[in-house]
């Protein structure tokens, strides 16, 4: 039996206004000064948690590293009532390769090129590689989330140029012109936040961004609350 972390289990509804993040590892905070090796939990020093701080909310952390889209989209359907009408919600998209399944082994399972399970190497070798399928496919995720949140105070993010691009062309998808722009977070160039940063430090990460990176997408985010 799966034991659920404290930080994860549902929570009785509060009369304190919280900031609630979804997304994989970048909203999670891996590799930032204050992240466990264990990663146990997340980080205090992530762009939603440094906003929490700022604005004086609780805050919630529902991402969890190697998430997928659809995975980021299924927790939002978990949390949806606890979300209370006065919170924040940020919500980061990331790399579109990535699919949920439930496996008969491994019960829900992030695949991905960097996986080694059996099925996540079948699965993409044969299907849905076409970069457009990809796209497509986190684009319903998005739209979802999108109409699940209408009504909330709430901002969406990516994590990656390709993904950031994909919602400003209206010829990619029918879903396109149906996504509201005006609650993205977009970044100069249209970039992701890895690119977006590392060109704003004038830095190339190892892995994941570094905690001034962070510092700077929630001022970004401030300048929209």
Request: proline share 4%; charged share 25%; hydrophobic share 35%.
């Amino acid at each position: 039996m799966t034991t659920i972390p404290n930080w994860r289990r549902p929570l009785a509804m509060s009369d304190n206004r919280k900031v609630w993040a979804f997304g994989d590892s970048y909203t999670f905070g891996h590799d930032l000064s204050d992240c466990s090796h264990d990663q146990s939990k997340p980080s205090n020093l992530t762009y939603p948690a440094l906003v929490a701080q700022r604005l004086g909310y609780d805050y919630e952390c529902r991402a969890m590293g190697y998430y997928s889209n659809e995975a980021i989209t299924r927790t939002i359907i978990e949390n949806i009532d606890n979300i209370n009408d006065q919170d924040l919600v940020l919500v980061m998209w990331t790399f579109p390769i990535r699919r949920e399944f439930s496996l008969e082994d491994a019960g829900l399972m992030t695949i991905s090129r960097e996986g080694g399970h059996e099925f996540a190497r079948h699965y993409l070798r044969h299907v849905d590689l076409d970069p457009g399928t990809m796209i497509d496919l986190s684009l319903r995720q998005i739209f979802l989330a999108q109409e699940l949140l209408r009504g909330q105070d709430y901002f969406f993010l990516s994590a990656v140029t390709d993904l950031a691009k994909a919602i400003t062309d209206p010829w990619l998808s029918p879903l396109v012109p149906r996504l509201d722009r005006n609650r993205w977070v977009m970044l100069d160039d249209d970039l992701g936040f890895h690119e977006w940063s590392e060109e704003q430090l004038n830095t190339r990460y190892q892995y994941h961004p570094t905690d001034a990176a962070h510092e700077l997408l929630a001022r970004k985010i401030l300048e929209r609350t």
